[in-house]
Antibody, heavy 120, light 107 residues
Framework: QVQLQQWGAGLLKPSETLSLTCAVSGRSFRPSGYYWSWIRQSPGRGLEWIGEIDHRGNTIYNPSLKFRVTVSVDTSNNQFSLKLISVTAADTAVYYC????????????WGHGHLVTVSS | EIVLTQSPGTLSLSPGERAALSCRASQTVSGKLAWYQQKPGQSPRLLIYAASSRAINIPDRFSGSGSGTEFTLTISGLEPEDFAVYYCQQYGSSPKTFGQGTKVEIK
């Protein structure tokens, strides 16, 4: 059974950088084919796909966020990470990490979610 | 960007009744349409992928249908644990997008 455990800062000030990490256990981070995603959810915007990465580091981002977001992978530690720069109150959301069976596949396994609040 | 519109916003039904949830896309979706269930305080759970295929361990009272721009999730005989919010998602083009959700509540 695949498990995703996520962590990071929960309270940020405007203009700071959001950093979250998701650790994968239960199955190897490989083989190739899986895509590791970040998705967020807020009352105002609903569920919003942020972007995803494969084990080689190939990424695809939501165009609405692509100038602020970086997703990276650390295969040696079975982890992947999200960085979002220059946050504002609009970035307040529950952030989920997830795994899909491929790039154009739905997310089967999800982390528990991590609330990030941006407030001065 | 493909916009997904779900209806109704809220569905009030009794246990045992049949639920039909709609998801309409602003453009043709290439069959890559999923449905998720979310309960309060929990992560979304994949129910249906490829419009009509049930995910692992999903009861057969959940079924998906549709193509093009019109999709439906049907729950035949609501169980108490089925009262939740349901989201559709298209994952065939970037950005992947979600509908705004349909809440199925106990009448």
């Amino acid at each position: 059974q695949v498990q995703l455990q996520q962590w990071g800062a929960g309270l940020l000030k405007p203009s700071e950088t959001l950093s979250l990490t998701c650790a994968v256990s239960g199955r190897s981070f490989r083989p190739s084919g899986y895509y590791w995603s970040w998705i967020r959810q807020s009352p105002g915007r609903g569920l919003e796909w942020i972007g995803e990465i494969d084990h080689r580091g190939n990424t695809i981002y939501n165009p609405s966020l692509k100038f602020r977001v970086t997703v990276s992978v650390d295969t040696s530690n079975n982890q992947f990470s999200l960085k979002l720069i220059s946050v504002t109150a609009a970035d307040t959301a529950v952030y989920y990490c997830a795994r899909g069976e491929g790039l154009w596949e739905p997310s089967v396994y999800w982390g528990h979610g991590h609330l990030v609040t941006v407030s001065s | 960007e493909i916009v997904l519109t779900q209806s109704p916003g809220t569905l009030s039904l009794s246990p045992g009744e049949r639920a039909a949830l709609s998801c309409r896309a602003s453009q043709t979706v290439s069959g890559k349409l999923a449905w998720y269930q979310q309960k309060p305080g929990q992560s979304p759970r994949l129910l249906i992928y490829a419009a009509s295929s049930r995910a692992i361990n999903i009861p057969d009272r959940f079924s998906g249908s549709g193509s093009g721009t019109e999709f439906t999730l049907t729950i035949s005989g609501l169980e108490p644990e089925d009262f939740a919010v349901y989201y559709c998602q298209q994952y065939g083009s970037s950005p992947k997008t979600f509908g705004q959700g349909t809440k199925v509540e106990i009448k």
